[in-house]
């Protein structure tokens, strides 16, 4: 008969009377979960960084959530972060708003989140959308963050909105078919186009190739009291705000800079120069999601796809900004 003392399992004795002896920490569970919680803290600062995601936004998560990577971040890696901040600005920052440097966002008193808040308001203003927004939607955003791929499924799945070509001086892709996905046209038939007024809109993309939108398609369609949506990029986008300020504008986002780098890097439809090129003009164009009235982001195609259509079919009706 076994001392009764003597675990079965042979872990040692215990001694009578002693307290129990914790349980084992799994180290290597909490060393893997510590370099997760990094790792998102770390992508998080360069959607910060990138402006795929905008500081209030961050704000928000944190004080919903202290223990997000939201909330973990450190004050200081915070405002780093932000555009035109370094070292010595953030260090007066903190010193103005009474925040010490070693605080993280979730960890923020109540004094301190609205010094905070306020600051930031105050600095990088969110921009509310516009009233009055009429049936002509704008579609823009970075390089690969997948406008043709929600525009095709628009014009796929809702067929009472008009979705316009583009004409283009690029060559085809694969798959791509003349007079539905672009009119792919050379130079001379593009700067007719400019010459007589026949393009809403019209620019010159990554310094290589001009992409415009047809005029009389667009007017027809919006005549007979109808819905369209341009897919264009950032430079067309404003050239239609000044055209038709009662545009409605839409900025599409990825979830996360990774994510649009491993977009652009997985479609292999450019080389490692042209994918550099596309990712800095992706930067400034990120920057400029502001100027839009609503912006959605494409976590999946269908969802991004209904969000653009409900702004479509009331396009004074607040959405949530990402």
Do not use: C
């Not at 569970?29 to 992508?43: C, L, P």
């Not at 901040?85 to 004094?111: A, F, H, N, Q, Y």
């Not at 705000?241 to 990825?254: E, G, Q, S």
Request: proline share 8%; aromatic share 4%; hydrophobic share 40%.
């Amino acid at each position: 008969m076994p001392d009764s003392r003597t675990p079965l399992d042979g872990a040692p004795p215990q001694t009578p009377g002693a307290p129990a002896r914790p349980p084992e920490v799994d180290r290597v569970a909490a060393s893997r979960n510590a370099v997760a919680a990094r790792r998102a803290r770390a992508s998080l600062k360069r959607d910060l960084a990138s402006r795929v995601v905008s500081p209030q936004t961050v704000l928000s998560r944190a004080f919903a959530d202290p223990s997000s990577p939201a909330g973990t971040m450190r004050i200081t890696d915070f405002l780093i972060s932000l555009p035109a901040i370094g070292e010595g600005k953030r260090d007066r920052i903190l010193e103005s708003l009474g925040i010490s440097p070693v605080k993280r966002l979730g960890g923020l008193g109540t004094r301190q989140r609205v010094a905070l808040q306020e600051w930031l308001d105050e600095r990088m203003p969110e921009v509310a959308p516009r009233g009055g927004r009429s049936r002509l939607i704008v579609l823009a955003g970075p390089t690969a963050v997948g406008k043709g791929t929600v525009a095709a499924h628009i014009r796929d799945h809702h067929h009472d909105i008009h979705l316009s070509v583009s004409a283009t001086t690029r060559p085809p892709r694969p798959g791509e078919v003349d007079g539905i996905h672009y009119f792919f046209v050379d130079d001379a038939e593009f700067d007719r186009l400019v010459s007589t007024g026949a393009l809403l809109e019209h620019a010159t993309v990554h310094n290589k190739y001009r992409y415009g939108t047809p005029r009389e398609p667009i007017e027809r369609v919006l005549d007979a009291g109808g819905t369209a949506l341009l897919e264009i990029d950032l430079q067309g986008a404003r050239q239609v705000r000044a055209a038709a300020p009662d545009a409605t504008l839409v900025f599409l986002l990825p979830p996360s800079w990774d994510e649009l780098v491993q977009r652009l890097v997985g479609r292999g439809t450019e080389d490692a120069e042209e994918r550099a090129r596309r990712l800095r003009t992706a930067k400034v164009e990120l920057a400029a999601q502001n100027e839009f009235d609503y912006r959605v982001v494409n976590e999946d195609v269908p969802t991004a796809a209904r969000d653009v259509v409900e702004l479509a079919q009331a396009p004074s009706r607040a959405l949530p900004r990402a």
